[in-house]
Nanobody
Framework: QVQLVESGGGLVQPGGSLRLSCAAS????????MGWFRQAPGIQRELVAY???????????SVKGRFTISRDTSRDNAKNTVYLQMNSLKPEDTAVYLC???????????????WGQGTQVTVSS
């Protein structure tokens, strides 16, 4: 199976920056889309940004121009990591951020979709 490990959350003042990382490991054959979602209390989980295997990116309107998603993949699957650079953070960005990775794994190249455990981002003065 495929495991995701997130890091990089924390407390930051408005206007500050944070960088989230999500590393995928396991018997991965291919990584397709990689993305970040967020969930705040009482609010439906929303897509923040995603990046395809070709490097195409898409962002929620609320984060355009402030957040940047990127990925680092290697042919030998030693590193399959997605990043979210968050600048000019606002209190409304406060949420649990979860990474999501889709691809194929194992000898049979079965499809997988895995979620990270979530990392808290709090923007407050």
């Amino acid at each position: 199976q495929v495991q995701l490990v997130e890091s990089g959350g924390g407390l930051v003042q408005p206007g500050g920056s944070l960088r989230l990382s999500c590393a995928a490991s396991g018997n991965i054959v291919r990584v397709n889309n990689m993305g970040w979602f967020r969930q705040a209390p009482g609010i439906q989980r929303e897509l923040v940004a995603y990046i395809t295997s070709d490097g195409y990116t898409n962002y929620a309107d609320s984060v355009k121009g402030r957040f940047t998603i990127s990925r680092d993949t290697s042919r030998d699957n030693a590193k399959n990591t997605v990043y979210l650079q968050m600048n000019s953070l606002k209190p409304e960005d406060t949420a649990v951020y979860l990474c999501n990775v889709r691809g194929q794994y194992g000898i049979l190249q079965r499809d997988f979709e895995s979620w990270g455990q979530g990392t808290q981002v709090t923007v407050s003065s």
